[in-house]
Structures are given as structure tokens and as C-alpha cells.
């Protein structure tokens, strides 16, 4: 097994620094075996660099199973320490002797910018720390040959998702989950009561938190330092609770960053901001502070699949670097495994806090990438009822609906829609009932209070049916439009919704009416629409999959077991390896990889064999639409017929369940920013007098959009997914990080340089 070369395996060290954050196991998992696969020998330093200064037994080797069942575990199984003497050149010194003592000079650091600044330095003065080491008489040259180089990659693990050039930190999508899980349950005790609540959220000198759960739950006002408040921000603040009150909201929510500073540089506390509320109406807001749950509890499926893949990553750099290597960083871009070049990164990320210092607060904002500007932007409209009541009279009709399979976050979709489309002056309308629902005159003019508390529970307020509108169907169709004077059509939904704006698209001549602005917004669980990477709702569903899937683990490991578990998503497997990866599965199905019997047989035999070695779990994962006959239940049929009673076989199908429920926040988030898109592409075909049917979605360069009459051009028609899935090399992951007994080859993931 494993790919290095020479009598003596290379060696790497793995710590995690600073705060802990959700999703440290999973790259800490995936570090361990993947350089296990690439034979290597790992090293957990324990305690941080805490470890590497103390030594001895706190550097310890590890195996495959010293990193089993750690996938839903938050914080660090290896334990991390905020270490003074490391600072120190004394520190630093005794950190690279015990380091070469144990033959290490490869290393992996997971912590945040401080961490990884420590570990850039020590990186730097590691040849002067040797050199000083053998003058001392502390190691000798024999011991130093071949470790005159450390070789260093670093993963950014912080829930405060406060490194620039990166998309999501490991840690942060687990705290906007707990976040919204506390607002969520605040709102409603709030709204009961018709009180006021100011809630201080995590994030140190970054904004990111407090920003994201602004706008995911709808919250009407967030402190954050990067967009400090003008000077009389205790007025500003009191009118626009009122103008809240005034349109409907039963609740307050204001969100007050850690780090919040007013526009002087001055600090901004949670009890600044109840104090002013309480001079202004007389009336003292409840004060929650969220504190360290934040940065507790089990991980999201995103803080175990990313993580899994940067650990992975990130092994294969430190294996492949040479002498003229430089540091990096392993992060997220664009839902790919991106470079960053270490001490560039940590730069980048203090220039904000300078910035900040210094109130350049513009710069500041600049600094942390186009999507949190936009998202401040966003922030406002959505939290600002409208000045005045009455549209203009040539305030454009745009009607929303949906088509297509349930997926949660449609109702956050509309209720964006509704509220950035008033801000742009248009008269919005929905549809209940899909297209039925349009020629049967279920229309209804929908007001900014109309909407609120819509983007925060599952279903469809408007209702969704899937089938598509028969060509008999046209004329009604085309006779509802212009009865209820619809300028534009806003379809969020699923394939059939793509298919059949697509079609009426293509009947203009026959039918005038279908000659107005139409855009489609994805929203599917099974992500499987053409110019989009992630649709609405995906997100979701992973994590309801993750949550049975952690279910099943636990009670198919009390016994010798083999479960199979269909998860949704058709042909398309993104929810089958995604979840997969982030439940630890051995094997999954997917209809992209065709199988046969032989494989079946190969499978089986080697759960065999490592079910006599003491494997207790074998997890098994298969796309509802793969492999034809070969379904769930014949692959059940087949294990448990070949087992040879070494294990037992059960199966089910994980359901509806991944339907259901609230959206998560990435999936608030994300619903929320595409339906910008949409609205800002209404505004200028109506500027332009145009009317050309677009998809708006998430890609490789951010959102964007495309015709949707070349909709053919991007997807395979006979299995409804898109010619190209970004995530399908994430499938070679599974073997490595999952399967000690398979002989496999480690194979680099595709990797951006920033």
C-alpha cells in the first residue's frame, strides 16, 4: 500500500492552532489517511504547538483507526493551545528539535491567521533554528541530514471565516447554523411577546457572521466593524425598529458583532445598543449573548466534506513540494481546492483590520471580496420597508411562482423576490399553484409585509406541482398573462421549471403573451440544473441526509452490519457523494460511474475481508437512480447472500426527510443572492426593452447567467443533469479517507492558484 519510495516513509506532523472550530476532525481525518494511502507516516502534534515545544509523547504517530468516528464530532480530537513560548525564538527552538527528533519536516497547520502566521515564521527560521540546534550540541548533523527544509500547508480553521482570498473558512458554515438555529428559536418567543432582542454574535474584527445571519433569518439591523454606523446611530437604529413595527414585523432583532466599532473607531457593545434603545423608547431589548455555542457541536455536512477534501489536498502538496516550495494555504474557492501562498493570505487578512484602524472603512470592505459588499447591500434592502405604500402607475407587473419539486429555501427565494423587487419599484405578484395556478387566476399582489417570515420555513407558500404545460395548455396560459398584465415572469424551480420556460420560449410566434422577460432560479435537491453549480435547497438536503446517515451509524454499529442507504437526486449523485464523504461511507453508487455484477463481487469480497480483521460498520451509499436493476435492494440482496456470515445486510431509503425541513443557511444565502441577480437582469431588460428568457446561477467566476434557449447545450437530456458536474473528482476521495483495506492510488485533486 501507498505510494512513497525509499526504505524510510516521509513523515508529516499535523496540529490544529488557536480556536477550535467544527470541521478540525474531518481534515485531521483525511490528513491522517490520505498520507497513510500515500505511505506516509503521520504525526498528531497534541495540544497545538504546545505539543511541538513540549514533546515526547505529546507528538504522536498515528494508525487508520485513531481518526475512526470523528467525522460528527466538533472541536478537535487532537486538542489545540494557544502557546506563549512558541512566540518566543526559545519556543521555537525547542519545537524544531522535537520536530526532527521524530524525523518530521513536513507539516500541516489547521488554525486561524495567527496560527498560521506562527507557522510561516517557524517555516522561515527553520535552517537558523537546525543551524543554532547543532552548534548547541542539541542534535547532531546526522540528525538534521535530509530535514533542512520544512515543508509547510497550511488550512484555515476558524469559524470567523476572516481569511481573505478564501470563500469559507473551516468552522463557519457549523456557527451560521447554530446562530440561525438560536435566532430562529428567539424570533419566535420575540414575536410572541412583541419584544425587542439584541443578540451579540462571534467574529472577533470580521463581520462575516453577524452580516450572513442578518440576512438569513431577516434580522433589522447588524453592528459590524467593517460598516460602522454614522455618528446619531441610536436614532438611526430607534426609526427603523418603528418603520418595522409599522410594516408588520411583530419582532426586533439587531445583531451586534464582537468587534463592532461606531464610525470613530469607538466600541459598539451589545449593552451600548440596549442602553440607546432603551433611552430612545423607554423600553430595555432583551440582551442574548450566543457565546461559545457558536463554536461547539456537531459539524455541518460542509464542515465535513471541505474539510475532508483540503486535508486530502493539502497531504498530496506537502508529499509533492520540493526545496524551492513556498508555504501555502489550502482553501475553498468556488466550491473548488484553491492556493493561496501562505504569509500573502495572512497579509491580505491583517490589511483589513488596518484598514478598520485607520477608518477606511471602504477599503475595508473592499478588502473582503465583492459577495460582502454585495451582501451588505442586500442586507439593507431586505431589512427597509419601503418609504411609501403606492407603486407608480407604470410600475412593471412581475409575477413570481414555482415549478418543480419542493426544496427548501423556495420560500426564502420568494420572499427575496418580493422584497428587492419593491425596492426597484416593481408591482410583485404571485402565483400559487404553478402554472394550474395561473390559468385558474391564483393570483395575488403581494406587499413587503406580505412575505416576512417567509424565508425561514420549508415548503412553498406558493405552492409547487411538476408538470410541465401541455402545448394545449398555451392558449390559457397566454390568455392569463395578459389578463393579469404580467410584464415578466420569475420561475423559481426545478428541471421540469427549465423545460418548460425553455418550450413556451420557443412558441413566441403563436403566442405573444410568452414575449416577456422570464428567468429561472434553481432550486432542486437534486442539483442537477444546467448553469448553475449549487441550487437551492442542495444544501438542505445534504445535511438532512447527514443527520439520518449519523442516525444509521449509530445504530448499525452496535453489530457486525453493512447498511445500504438510497439517497436522493435521480440520476444526478452530488447528494449521494457528498453525503457520502461526510458521513464517512466505504462505498457509493453512482449513476455517473456505471457497475456490474463484477463489481458487486469485488465490493463484497473485500468488506469480507475487512469484516474479519474487526471492521464492526460498513456504510454504504447509492444514487435512487443508479445502476438500473442493480437498485438498493438487489445490492442488499447480493452483500447479504455473499457475506458468508461474517456480517448482516439492512437497507433503506433515507426519503422524503431530505426534503423537508428549514433551509439551511447557505441555502437562505444563496437563494437570497441569485434572486438579486434575477432582479437586476428584470431591470435591465425592462431599461433595454428586451425579453430573453435566462437562468441566473452560481459558478466557477460567481453568479451569472445564461440564455436558456441553449439550455439543451448543458445538460444530457436522457438523465437531466449537466454535461459538466464540478464535483465529480471529489468521487476518488471516498477510497482514500474510507477504505484502510483497498489498495488505491492517491490522485491529485484539480487545485486553483489564487
Known amino acids: 500500500m501507498g505510494q512513497s519510495t525509499g526504505s524510510e516513509p516521509k513523515r508529516l506532523g499535523v496540529l490544529t492552532s488557536g480556536g477550535d472550530a467544527q470541521g478540525m476532525n474531518a481534515a485531521v481525518r483525511a490528513v491522517v489517511r490520505t498520507a497513510l494511502k500515500m505511505g506516509a507516516q503521520p504525526y498528531a502534534i497534541l495540544e497545538g504547538w504546545q505539543g511541538a515545544v513540549t514533546g515526547g509523547e505529546m507528538i504522536k504517530p498515528m494508525g487508520w483507526s485513531d481518526v475512526s468516528s470523528v467525522l460528527n464530532k466538533g472541536g478537535t480530537v487532537i486538542g489545540t493551545a494557544r502557546c506563549k513560548e512558541f512566540r518566543e525564538r526559545s519556543g521555537l527552538r525547542k519545537a524544531a528539535k522535537n520536530l526532527v527528533l521524530k524525523g518530521i519536516d513536513r507539516l500541516i497547520s489547521i488554525g486561524g491567521d495567527g496560527s498560521l502566521a506562527g507557522t510561516n515564521e517557524f517555516q522561515e527560521e ?129 445583531l451586534v458583532a464582537e468587534g463592532a466599532i461606531d464610525h470613530q473607531g469607538n466600541p459598539i457593545t451589545a449593552n451600548d445598543v440596549c442602553d440607546a434603545l432603551e433611552q430612545e423608547t423607554g423600553e430595555r431589548p432583551h440582551l442574548t449573548i450566543l457565546g461559545h455555542v457558536q463554536r461547539g457541536g456537531t459539524p455541518s455536512a460542509y464542515d465535513r466534506w471541505m474539510p475532508t477534501a483540503l486535508g486530502y489536498a493539502a497531504v498530496y502538496e506537502v508529499l509533492h513540494q520540493d526545496q524551492n516550495s513556498e508555504p501555502v494555504i489550502i482553501g475553498a474557492r468556488n466550491n473548488r481546492v484553491a492556493r493561496l501562498p501562505l504569509m500573502k493570505a495572512v497579509t491580505d487578512t491583517r490589511a483589513v483590520a488596518k484598514f478598520t484602524k485607520a477608518q477606511e472603512y471602504e477599503k475595508a470592505v473592499k478588502a473582503r471580496g465583492c459577495s460582502f459588499s454585495e451582501m451588505l447591500a442586500i442586507n439593507e434592502v431586505m431589512s427597509t420597508p419601503p418609504q411609501q405604500d403606492e407603486l407608480p402607475d407604470n410600475a412593471r407587473r412581475v409575477a413570481i411562482m414555482h415549478v418543480g419539486g419542493l426544496a427548501p429555501g423556495m420560500n426564502t427565494a420568494a420572499r427575496a423576490a418580493v422584497r428587492q423587487g419593491i425596492d426597484r419599484g416593481f408591482e410583485m405578484l404571485g402565483i400559487y399553484g404553478s402554472f394550474e395556478g395561473l390559468m385558474s387566476g391564483k393570483v395575488k399582489q403581494l406587499a413587503w409585509e406580505d412575505v416576512e417570515g417567509w424565508g425561514f420555513d420549508g415548503g412553498a407558500e406558493l405552492g409547487t406541482l411538476r408538470p410541465i404545460p401541455r402545448v394545449e395548455e398555451y392558449y390559457a396560459i397566454g390568455r392569463a398573462l395578459e389578463e393579469q398584465r404580467i410584464d415578466a415572469l420569475i420561475v423559481i424551480g426545478g428541471y421540469n421549471a427549465y423545460l418548460s420556460i425553455n418550450q413556451m420560449r420557443q412558441e413566441t410566434s403563436r403566442y405573444p403573451a410568452f414575449n416577456i422577460p422570464m428567468i429561472c432560479i434553481p432550486a432542486s435537491i437534486d442539483n442537477n440544473l444546467p448553469g448553475s453549480e449549487l441550487s437551492i435547497g442542495a444544501d438542505s438536503a445534504l445535511n438532512n441526509a447527514v443527520w439520518a446517515l449519523d442516525r444509521i451509524r449509530e445504530s448499525a454499529a452496535a453489530s457486525r452490519r453493512c447498511f445500504v442507504a438510497d439517497a436522493m437526486g435521480r440520476h444526478c449523485g452530488y447528494l449521494s457523494l457528498m453525503s457520502g464523504i461526510a458521513a464517512g461511507a466505504e462505498l457509493v453508487y453512482l449513476d455517473e460511474f456505471p457497475y456490474d455484477l463484477q463489481d458487486l463481487a469485488s465490493d463484497v469480497k473485500m468488506m469480507r475481508d475487512s469484516f474479519r480483521d474487526g471492521r464492526r460498520l460498513c456504510l454504504v451509499l447509492h444514487n435512487e437512480e443508479a445502476g438500473g436493476r442493480y437498485d438498493r435492494e438487489f445490492i442488499a440482496s447480493v452483500f447479504a447472500q455473499e457475506s458468508q456470515g461474517m456480517f ?99 490522485r491529485p485533486l484539480p487545485v486553483t492558484d489564487l
Request: glycine share 8%; aromatic share 6%; charged share 25%.
Open 126 to 254: 527553520w535552517p537558523s533554528l537546525l543551524e543554532e540546534l547543532v552548534q548547541a550540541g542539541e542534535l547532531t548533523p546526522e540528525q538534521v541530514a535530509g530535514h533542512e527544509k520544512l515543508r509547510v500547508a497550511g488550512l484555515v480553521g476558524s469559524i470567523d471565516n476572516d481569511l481573505v482570498g478564501f470563500d469559507m473558512t473551516i468552522g463557519t458554515d457549523s456557527a451560521l447554523q447554530r446562530i440561525l438555529a438560536a435566532l430562529d428559536e428567539l424570533s419566535s418567543t420575540a414575536a410572541s411577546h412583541r419584544r425587542t432582542f439584541v443578540v451579540e454574535v462571534m467574529g472577533r474584527h470580521c463581520g462575516y457572521l453577524p452580516l450572513m445571519s442578518a440576512v438569513a433569518r431577516g434580522c433589522d439591523y447588524v453592528f459590524i466593524p467593517e460598516a460602522p454606523p454614522e455618528q446619531g446611530w441610536q436614532k438611526i437604529l430607534t426609526k427603523k425598529l418603528e418603520a418595522g413595527r409599522k410594516a408588520g414585523r411583530r419582532e426586533s432583532i439587531v
Open 648 to 746: 448482516d445486510v439492512r437497507h433503506s431509503a433515507l426519503g422524503h426527510l431530505q426534503q423537508g425541513g428549514e433551509p439551511s443557511p447557505f441555502d437562505r444565502i444563496l437563494a437570497t443572492r441569485l434572486v438579486r441577480a434575477a432582479i437586476e437582469e428584470l431591470s435591465e431588460q425592462f431599461t433595454q426593452n428586451r425579453s430573453e428568457p435566462l437562468g441566473v446561477g452560481l459558478s466557477a467566476e460567481g453568479i451569472e447567467s445564461f440564455p436558456l434557449l441553449q439550455m439543451q447545450q448543458k445538460v444530457d437530456p436522457q438523465v437531466r443533469r449537466p454535461l459538466s458536474q464540478w464535483w465529480l473528482p471529489l468521487v476518488d476521495i471516498i477510497s482514500v479517507v474510507s477504505r484502510d483495506e483497498w489498495d488505491i492510488e492517491v
